[in-house]
Each structure stands twice: as structure tokens, then as C-alpha cells.
């Protein structure tokens, strides 16, 4: 691994203060530091937020979830209050990565990141999430750009995501059979007014599809989605799944998320 | 905790930090430069050469350790990211010359072929058994996800790990 320099900031203040156009923030690491020992990333300066008290913990209220940034995925799946108030989300927590990553990996770090494949960026645009960042509030709608892109500005810290606590909703994935990460998942919210669909792992970048959630805000059953034909062309192909495979796969899981709803 | 400071220092014109780690109830300080991984430090620091580097790539887990109580996959965090920590390795598992029910368990039903991703998976193992004392079967195998062994098929492990169970 190329040569950095290591800071660990106190505050938001210090460390976008400390931000420049060749650092980078570091939470968990879980992808940061992967990336950067294949020399797919190089960093000069590399800012630890994890000392940051304010950028842990979780906040309920009645009709939201607020999660720190630097929240580990762990603390998301053990906590009592969000397994009670959106249990779905907790399910997704528990079933990122492996243990070990879970003991570290952020929840800030996962949607700053925007893997194509990340979970949690699909339970932002399902859960209506609002982006808090240290600078100002971005709407899921409107964070996740493209490919590994987000909104978010050189330097900009992400310090919590706050979620809408939905009527409904559930998660499911179908894994790739060796490393895990989902070749498709699938998030179904049921909120009063309407139904986000939100597919990671399909496209080059999480999407709310527009098709599936018209279908289910008419009529919440799987009925209604059922042998969906939906359009291949922009999907991701590769060596585990064809095209045609994941628009298949994304009807298949969104089906199985409204039945588990 | 209090994290230690991170100061850094000149030696050899490199630039150094200091690293205080308490490593199986030992405390240790060392300079290390910022991008030592903690795996690196163990192994060729610390001269514990327990820790294994299977894939390098965060996969395999043949690198965990416990970080203030938790596993973690050492291959993927910096030493400077963990200061101030306390870690236990393979090495640390030991009472007396005694082995850990762990390692007695995977010895007895033979739990290990060639052995190398031993260290990870006992360590794994062990964590397990901290949150969930009577694990199932599914629930080992899912616990041990980011563990993987070429060798044994698992079946072993799983048992090993039941076994484990009975006695810690």
C-alpha cells in the first residue's frame, strides 16, 4: 500500500478542515482499505471519523429513524429500538458482508461508497432517508449519482441518515453464492401515500422502480408484479448473472419482500 | 477508552507514528508508519506470526483477531486505527501452556487439515461463542461466513465449534 498520512479528527470541524482534493474519510474501512492496499484508490491524507462521538448512535422517534454515520452495521442489527421500529432495516445490517464486518464497516461509510451492490443505498431510497450532512440535508432521491458517485462535495462529511419510518417494508436479496454481496436486492417500503421498490445490484447504480411501485401502490400483493416484464437494457451483466437473469431476479426478490411485508 | 494520541515521529527521514496497543495483556509500544496494517504489525512487529495472511484481499479470514473484545479481520485495518486497543491473536488464547477449549475442540475433531486458516476460524469461533453460547449448526455456519478453509469441508469445524460450546 502506497504511503499516506493517518490523522484521527476530533470533530466534523477538524476533519473537513483537515479535507483536500487527494484525502479521503476513513469510518470502518471495509472498502477504503481493500481499495487502497489493490491500488485502486490512492489517498495522501486519510482522516479518521471514528473518534467523533457525534457521528454514533441511534435516535427513534415517532415517525423516524436517525443513524450515525458512523454507526457500525453490528449496532444497527442489535438495536432493540430499530428491530422495533423498521425490523427490515436491522435484518439488512445483519446480513452485510460477514461478522467481521460488521464489527467495523459504517453504515455513513456504506452509502458515501455507493457500491452498485451495497445494501444499505437501497434502504435509503426505499425509507425516504434524508442525508445529513455537515454542510446540509440531501434527500436519498437525490444522493445517489452513479456508479461509486454521490452528491456529496469534496470534503462534505456525512453525520447521520435519518430514515422514514415506513407502514411495511422488507428487504431481500439473492447472493452470490460465494462472496455474499447481493447480484440483486430488492427493498419494498409501503409508506401511507405510496410504494418505493428500491433494487441495488441491478444497474450501475440504486434505483426506485417506477413500474413495480405504480403496480403496488394500486394494489399492495404480488399479484400485482407478478411476470413483470421489466426492460434488460441497462442492467449489469457479468459472469454471475446475465441481463435478462437480474430483471428476472429483481420481479423474483420484490415479489418475495412483498409477501414478507 | 481513551484512544492514544497519534504523535508522530522522524526516524531514518520516514515518518513514524507510535503505536501503543495492549496485545494479549501485554502492552507494547512500537513506531510504525501510517499505512503499517495491523496484520503487518502483529507478524512482523511483534514477531506474532500466528495471525495468517491468506488472501490479503479481506476474503479469506485467516487474519482475525479480537479488537477490544470483537473479531476483525486484521488484513484490513491500520495499526494506527486501532491504537490505544487491546488485541488478543491466536497466540493470546492459551492459559499456562493450556490450549483454549477451542483449540482443544478443533484438535480433537480433527477440525484442521493443513492448518493455516486455523488461527482465523478458532478466532472467529471463539467470538461466537462470546454472543451466542449455544449456537446452532446454521447459526455457526453463518457466523464463519468470512472464514474459509480449503481442507476440511467444514463439517469438522462446525463440530468442533458445537463441541467448544459444551465446555466454555
Given amino acids: 500500500m502506497k504511503d499516506f498520512n493517518y490523522h484521527s479528527a476530533k470533530d466534523s470541524k477538524e476533519a473537513s478542515k483537515l479535507a483536500s482534493s487527494s484525502s479521503a474519510f476513513l469510518a470502518g474501512g471495509m472498502t477504503t482499505i481493500p481499495s487502497m492496499k489493490l491500488g485502486l484508490a490512492t489517498y495522501k491524507d486519510l482522516i479518521d471519523i471514528k473518534n467523533i462521538k457525534k457521528l454514533s448512535g441511534i435516535k427513534v422517534s415517532g415517525k423516524s429513524v436517525t443513524i450515525g454515520a458512523a454507526t457500525k452495521h453490528v449496532e444497527v442489527s442489535n438495536s432493540k429500538d430499530v428491530k422495533k421500529a423498521i425490523p427490515s432495516l436491522s435484518s439488512l445490517a445483519e446480513g452485510i458482508g460477514d461478522p467481521q464486518v460488521r464489527n467495523r464497516g459504517t453504515i455513513g461509510g456504506s452509502i458515501a461508497n455507493n457500491d452498485p451492490s451495497a445494501d444499505y443505498p437501497s434502504a435509503c431510497i426505499a425509507l425516504n432517508a434524508t442525508i445529513h450532512t455537515n454542510e446540509r440535508k440531501i434527500e436519498a432521491a437525490k444522493f445517489f449519482k452513479g456508479m461509486f458517485e454521490t ?44 410504494v418505493n421498490v428500491a433494487v441495488t445490484g441491478a444497474k450501475s447504480c440504486v434505483y426506485n422502480d417506477k413500474e413495480m411501485s405504480k403496480a403496488l401502490s394500486g394494489n399492495f400483493s404480488s399479484s400485482s408484479i407478478d411476470g413483470m416484464d421489466l426492460d434488460s437494457s441497462e442492467m449489469n451483466a457479468d459472469m454471475h448473472a446475465s441481463a435478462e437473469f437480474r430483471a428476472s431476479l429483481v420481479v423474483t426478490q420484490a415479489k418475495k419482500a412483498v409477501d414478507a411485508c | 477508552m481513551i484512544k492514544s494520541s497519534w504523535v508522530k515521529i522522524l526516524i531514518k527521514g520516514e515518518i513514524m507514528g507510535k503505536i501503543s496497543l495492549e496485545v494479549n495483556g501485554r502492552k507494547v509500544e512500537k513506531e510504525a508508519s501510517d499505512n503499517t496494517l495491523l ?130
Fill in chain 1, 151 to 194: 452528491a456529496l462535495k469534496k470534503g462534505e462529511l456525512i453525520e447521520a441518515i435519518e430514515f422514514q419510518i415506513p407502514e411495511k417494508s422488507s428487504y431481500q436479496k439473492h447472493p452470490n453464492p460465494a462472496s455474499r454481496y447481493a447480484i440483486v436486492g430488492v427493498y419494498v417500503a409501503k409508506h401511507k401515500g405510496d
Fill in chain 2, 39 to 168: 496484520s503487518t504489525f502483529l507478524r512482523e512487529h511483534l514477531q506474532l506470526t500466528g495471525t495468517h495472511i491468506g488472501c490479503d484481499t479481506s476474503q479469506c479470514g485467516a487474519c482475525v483477531v479480537h479488537v477490544d473484545g470483537n473479531s476483525l479481520k486484521s488484513c484490513t485495518a491500520l495499526a494506527a486505527d486501532v491504537n490505544g486497543s487491546k488485541i488478543t491473536t491466536i497466540e493470546g488464547l492459551e492459559t499456562n501452556g493450556k490450549m483454549h477449549p477451542m483449540q482443544e475442540a478443533f484438535k480433537k475433531l480433527h477440525g484442521l487439515q493443513c492448518g493455516f486458516c486455523t488461527p482465523g476460524m478458532v478466532m472467529s469461533a471463539v467470538d461466537l461463542l462470546q454472543k451466542n453460547k449455544k449456537p446452532s449448526d446454521t447459526e455457526i455456519r453463518d457466523w464463519l461466513e468470512g472464514n474459509i478453509c480449503r481442507c476440511t469441508g467444514y463439517q469438522n469445524i462446525v463440530a468442533a465449534v458445537k463441541e467448544a460450546a459444551t465446555k466454555m
